[in-house]
């Protein structure tokens, strides 16, 4: 079980916005930075938001992070077939001093 | 551009050893933090162990602690882990990333802006 908890899946068509939620406690989210990260088949992971909601350069801004008390979400609008992807949250946790992942939210572009 | 190459994975039986390494490139290596972060076959990714730009702190998840030591040599822009009493649940991709930033612990330590390829390891008799 993983500390920050995510969706395994989530869908939607072209064109949808859709979100994925990570949901913590207040020694991980509630007082420390998210980070979301996307892993396309068969690759590393990317960064997609740091801090919050910071895109990094290169990033779409169909990509987009918001954070409130111990839960965040990544929200995709526009959606096209390259997001089909792992998505994982991430965030510093004080009572473990160690990184937090959530388990991972799967998305499938129907 | 920044490169990270990992390399020493492989087939190694419960309770041995194996050093990962990942070789730094297209930045100065010495003034960033450094991440080992894993993955199991078909599943999710796991943070393993950090460790601050001049090597002088060091973070590991209760899972590794004891068992591997994460460290640098900043005259190779090299990063390593020395895996000891290697386990079946330890067999996974493990991947270095680099800490983005000027970093040295704590909130910042998830923000991981560049990434290896992976180095499988494998424990199994």
């Known amino acids: 079980q993983s500390v920050l908890t995510q969706p395994p899946s989530a869908s939607g068509t072209p064109g949808q916005r859709v979100t994925i939620s990570c949901s913590g406690s207040?020694?991980?989210?509630?007082?420390?930075?998210v980070y979301w990260y996307q892993q396309l088949p068969g690759t590393a992971p990317k960064v997609l938001i740091y801090?919050?909601?910071q895109r990094p350069s290169g990033v779409p801004d169909r990509f987009s992070g918001s954070k409130s008390g111990t839960s965040a979400s990544l929200a995709i609008s526009g959606l096209r077939s390259e997001d089909e992807a792992d998505y994982y949250c991430a965030a510093w946790d004080d009572s473990l001093s160690g990184v937090v992942f959530g388990g991972g939210t799967k998305l499938t572009v129907l | 551009e920044v490169q990270l190459v990992e390399s020493g994975g492989g087939l190694v039986q419960p309770g041995g050893s194996l050093r990962l390494s990942c070789a730094a490139s297209?930045?100065?290596?010495?003034?960033?933090?450094m991440t080992w972060v894993r993955q199991a076959p078909g599943k999710g990714l796991e943070w393993v162990s950090s460790?601050?730009?001049?090597?002088?702190?060091?973070y590991y998840a209760d899972s590794v602690k004891g068992r591997f030591t994460i460290s640098r040599d900043n005259s190779k822009n090299t990063l390593y882990l020395q895996m000891n009493s290697l386990r079946a649940e330890d067999t996974a991709l493990y991947y270095c990333a680099k800490v983005a930033g000027s970093c040295s612990g704590g909130t910042c330590l998830g923000d991981f802006d560049y990434w290896g390829q992976g180095t499988l390891v494998t424990v199994s008799s």
């Open positions: 297209g930045f100065t290596f010495s003034s960033y933090a």
């Open positions: 207040s020694s991980n989210i509630g007082s420390n930075s």
């Open positions: 460790i601050s730009g001049n090597g002088g702190s060091t």
């Open positions: 801090r919050n909601n």
